[in-house]
């Protein structure tokens, strides 16, 4: 075949080109279009032919290139809704999806349940109520008296009736767990014992050190003859159980309106064993909660015969146990929700 029959042979063959699929026309187009392909090598063939016959043969081959190139667009144009359906057709539905990333539980969360966990191995159960509160639940039936400092507007939330105006109010933001007590000693008849996890508000200025609202458990064990022992016991149960089995109690004496007599209660440091160090101040202990014996006042406002029964409660800061645990300085990291915080108690 002659230069010109091969250049008549390639039009036919580009007019009649056909392709089903993006696949086969790639093939055709390395078939006539690739280097290697055969317009491309109309060219070698050119460097053969005469001279005075070079403008005529030169013409005719742009001529064919430029009916192949015009004819591979239509071909890729008519592909072109076919084209995506095949990749549409290629997705696979049973894929799993991109991981979905997980959360990590809260730290306080995790020490909430770390403390209801170990109190209710020895028969508690948990009880709840609201953090709108009233006078009645918060303050008066707890024996706090009417002149009380912690009724001050400096330390409660008081809720305006109507917005803005600053009337006197019995509706508050709970400032402690104790109300859920005044509920359950209301509702329910001894034996009692509950433990009241929630969050509690007070009007501080807000720093590493305090916030205007926290959290709290507090517990409460009513029945016959509860004494004073039973708490040591307990406390000391717990403090062994959350901090390590050589933590050692102490119990100093405090005061609180609804416990007669009232403690504090410091574990040994448990970071220096007892030794003394930074942590604790070079004391040796730290303080972890509040706790005394129900006052019969108490008992009685709440309709329960303080002759028959007696009963000890205790109350603790879950930010203060997660910062003994976990050494956190800034309180504000707990309400901040940095996730560079909370990642590192991915594996708690
Ligand atoms: N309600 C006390 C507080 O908020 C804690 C407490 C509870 C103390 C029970 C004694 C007994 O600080």
Known sequence: MNIAEQIADLQKQVEALKAESAEDLEALRIKYMSKKGAIPQLFDAFKEIPKEQKAQFGASINQLRQAAEARFNELKEQLGGAASHAIVDKQDLTRTPDPIELGTRHPLSLVREEIVDIFSRIGFTVADGPE????????????FAPEHPARDMQDTFFIEKEPGVQKPTDILLRTHTSSVQTRVMTSQKPPIRVLCPGRVYRNEAISARAHCFFHQVEGLYID????YADLREV????????????????????????TEPSAEMDISCH????KGCAFCKGTGWVEILGCGMVDPNVLEA?????KVYTGYAFGMGVERIANLKYRVKDLRLFSENDVRFLRQFESC
């Open 132 to 143: 709108v509160e009233d006078d009645q639940h918060v303050f008066s039936m707890l024996n």
């Open 224 to 227: 016959k003859n509860v004494s």
């Open 235 to 258: 406390l000391l149960y717990f403090a062994k159980e959350m901090f390590g089995p050589d933590t050692k109690i102490r119990l100093r004496p405090s005061y609180f309106p609804f």
């Open 271 to 274: 970071i220096c064993g007892g």
């Open 302 to 306: 709440c309709g329960i015969d303080s």
